[in-house]
């Protein structure tokens, strides 16, 4: 079970506020919520507009009018040490790359039936790390695949927006 830890006091105030953690599923409020990953020393802190749902506890999803997938935004939150090499075929194509972010980054641009954009390095409080944009090839039959997957964020009409930190 995570806290809620105590952050130092507004400017206009002199009342210390309790950041909660995020709730494990439903509709949230705005507001700013703590979010455990593992391999990470302290929470992330983030800040949400209203509209959102939790999904299951380091998990946010949004619809989209303009999109017709459910939670057609969707922002997870955790550490990924593996990446399947071939996009259209998980099983048996699992490679470790360990917790660096640079060796997911380029995991993921190495996997095939995709296509990534040169990461850039970012900074995220005192994470550094980096961003790029992952999708399925526009040539991939998308019905086709699903046919052979449970389950996968990608689509050959909508970017994976990526953010991928060193958590060292």
């Not at 391999?39 to 009018?65: C, H, M, Q, R």
């Not at 389950?151 to 953010?163: A, G, I, K, S, Y």
Request: glycine share 8%; proline share 11%; with cysteine.
């Amino acid at each position: 079970m995570t806290e809620a830890r105590t952050v130092p006091p507004l400017p206009e105030s002199r009342d210390p506020r309790t950041v909660p953690p995020l709730p494990k599923s439903g509709d949230i409020d705005a507001g700013t919520y703590l979010v455990p990953v593992d391999g990470y020393k302290e929470p992330f802190e983030i800040t949400v507009p209203g509209g959102w749902s939790a999904l299951d506890g380091n998990s946010l999803g949004k619809d989209d009018p303009d999109h017709p997938a459910e939670w057609a935004v969707h922002l997870t939150l955790g550490s990924a040490f593996y990446v399947s090499m071939d996009a259209c075929n998980w099983r048996g194509a699992l490679a470790d790359v360990g917790p660096a972010d640079w060796a997911f980054t380029r995991a993921m641009a190495a996997q095939s039936s995709t296509a990534s954009t040169p990461p850039v390095k970012i900074m995220v409080g005192d994470y550094p790390g980096f961003e790029f944009d992952h999708s399925v090839e526009g040539d991939v039959d998308i019905p086709a695949w699903r046919q052979r997957q449970v389950l996968h964020p990608l689509r050959n009409d909508v970017p994976l927006h990526t953010l991928v930190l060193d958590s060292e």
